[in-house]
Structures are given as C-alpha cells and as structure tokens.
C-alpha cells in the first residue's frame, strides 16, 4: 500500500496496529521467551516500514517543492503578459 501511495489505508492501518500494540505492551505478552522469533520478525517488519514511509515522505516533500515552484513560474509568466 505505502509503496502504491495508498497512505490513507496505512494511516488506518497504523491506528489499528497502534491498538494491537498497545495491547501487546500492557499484558507484556512478547516479553515471554517462546515469542523471541515473532518479536524479531515484528521489529524487521517494523524498520522496513519506517524506510518505505521515509522515503514516501522524501518523495511527497519533492513533488510539494516541484508543484510550488511551478506556481512562481507561472505567477510570474502571469505577472509579466
């Protein structure tokens, strides 16, 4: 989804995941020993999204810089007919 910019169904994704973490974290239920591998394989998961979601961001924060600087070219192609 982040890849396809889809990022209104992972913003509702990430507050349901946020729930289910939260969660998680109040009964302690992954600091047992038996969830050592799912604890890993959640947190490689997790550094994963964080790159996908910066490099959304970065992409995102280009074309906001490309479409202002396109408002001033033709603000001033305006301003100069």
């Known amino acids: 989804m982040v890849r396809k910019s889809d990022f ?36 490689k998961l997790y550094r994963r999204l964080e790159l996908i979601l910066s490099a959304g961001k970065d992409s995102t924060g280009r074309q906001l810089r490309q479409v202002g600087n396109l408002r001033k070219t033709l603000k001033a192609y305006r301003n100069s007919s």
């Open 8 to 43: 209104r169904n992972v913003e509702a994704l990430a507050e349901q995941a946020d729930s289910i973490v939260e969660k998680i974290v109040k009964t302690k239920a992954f600091e047992q020993p038996e969830f050592d591998g799912q604890r890993e394989y959640l947190t």
